[in-house]
Structure formats: C-alpha cells, structure tokens
C-alpha cells in the first residue's frame, strides 16, 4: 500500500488482511489490535514484500531484487557489480548477510532498476551465472508509487 493508512482503511473491509499502522489509524477504521508496539528504533523505516509465485508482467517502470552468493575469489564483490555496470543498470541497494553454509560466505541482497524480463538484465544474469555460487531472481515488479 501506498501508506499505513491505506493499509489499514483496507483491512477494515477486506476479511483476509491486516495492516501495520499507528494506534490512531485502528481507532478511525475501527480494526482490532492484534500487537503492539512493534517500533524498536524511533527513525525507523519500513519496507513490505509481497509474496507469490508469479513475476509481474514489466510495467516500464520496475525493479528487480536478487540474491546472490559470489565465489570465494579475490574481487568477488567486483564481480558481483561489474556486469550490472556493464549493461547500465542501476543499483538502488544493497545488503549482505552470513548464508551460515560455510565460514565467511556472505548472501548478497541487491535491488535494481528495470525489470528481469528486459534485454540488457537478461544479459547481466547471463554474466553474473559464472561468478556465482548462487543467483536467485526474488522477483521483479513495478516501482512504488509515492505519495508527494
């Protein structure tokens, strides 16, 4: 949703869903609160997934988020990034993780502008496969809009 309180005007006439919004937004939809309070940091932010089996058809206007396992190789980071410089593709984030498989092997969490589905990210996969333990396509789906 665009907001939580979107998010919440929505669970109050939708039976199969919740929201994460403030107090106030329950008291003025009226919804139960099931928990709470959930903030662990004051400058908090939030980001929401939506889980599926299927990719979005491209929009035109999306983002792709990846997850890859670089071989142990001096430069691995480097040849993690190059090919998505290489095709001018954006990078918009990027986190790392211990995969907890082998000492010191890190899970890369990157997302990136366009979709999975266009030409010059087809042939960046096709780059990254090779210096790679692991390459795995999350999904691709439009930006999110934000309200201004």
Partial sequence: MSSNAEAARRARTADDSAAIAGEG????????????????????????????????????????????????????????????????ISMTRIESRPTRQKKWQHAFFIDVNGHVEDDNMKQALSELGPVTDQLTVLGSYPVAVLPA
């Fill in 25 to 88: 937004a329950a008291r003025v939809y009226d919804l139960k609160i099931l928990a709470g309070p959930i903030e662990d940091r004051p400058d908090n932010t939030s980001r929401f997934v939506v889980l599926g089996r299927d990719i979005f058809s491209p929009s035109g206007i999306d983002k792709t988020s990846l997850m890859l396992i670089a071989k142990d190789q001096p430069g691995a980071l480097y040849h993690l990034l190059a090919p998505l410089a290489k095709h001018g």
